[in-house]
């Protein structure tokens, strides 16, 4: 994850290929139920102003975050899923009848394939990528740039050229879990 960015532009090609690696995502029952809301120039402003205010932007850690010249909010519309299975190839699922009958909710899966599609490809292009949350913000974003209630916003992915602060966060101090204890073959 980068956290600091530089304010040179992302070409238009190459975040068109980032864009289009998320839709190709995939998506239980090839729902689609995945959008994406692509910030650019003074609506990245905007969203630092619902999220963060004036006098916290001037102590963040990560000043450089702040100038990202992409921000990817990645929404998700459950009711797409609950239409998806009341149709007759899914009907026999049980989900169509509302978004509780969902065990699993599936939608949030899929945005997560979405913003990691966004993720890698931002590093196989050379490009720098930091996903976080919306947390306590998520209304108040999602009615600042007009999306239909019925959405959720999942996460925001900043996107960019990495800038010269190469400061890692404090999480990566945690010692990732070894392949042997997170893979189990065959049984626990």
């Not at 980068?2 to 090839?30: H, I, K, Q, Y």
């Not at 929404?75 to 009848?97: F, I, M, N, W």
Request: aromatic letters at 8%.
């Amino acid at each position: 994850m980068v956290r600091d960015f530089s304010a040179e532009m992302v070409d238009e090609a190459s975040l068109t290929m980032l864009l289009d690696a998320a839709r190709r995502a995939p998506s239980a029952g090839n729902t689609q139920g995945t959008d994406l809301l692509v910030l650019e120039g003074r609506e990245c402003e905007a969203y630092w102003e619902v999220t963060l205010g004036a006098e916290r932007r001037t102590t963040f850690r990560w000043p450089g975050l702040l100038v990202a010249p992409v921000l990817c909010v990645v929404l998700v519309d459950p009711t797409a899923y609950v239409q998806r299975y009341s149709e007759p190839d899914k009907r026999h699922s049980g989900l169509g009848v509302d978004e509780a009958a969902w065990p699993v909710p599936y939608w949030f899966v899929d945005a997560g394939a979405a913003a990691e599609a966004i993720l890698l490809g931002a590093t196989a292009s050379g490009l720098g990528a930091c996903l976080f949350g919306l947390f306590d913000h998520e209304r108040a974003v999602l009615e600042r740039f007009d999306v239909p209630a019925h959405y959720r916003g999942v996460c925001t992915i900043a996107i960019g050229h990495p800038g010269d602060d190469a400061r890692a966060s404090r999480s990566t101090l945690r010692t990732k879990r070894s392949l042997e204890s997170v893979v189990h073959r065959g049984r626990w």
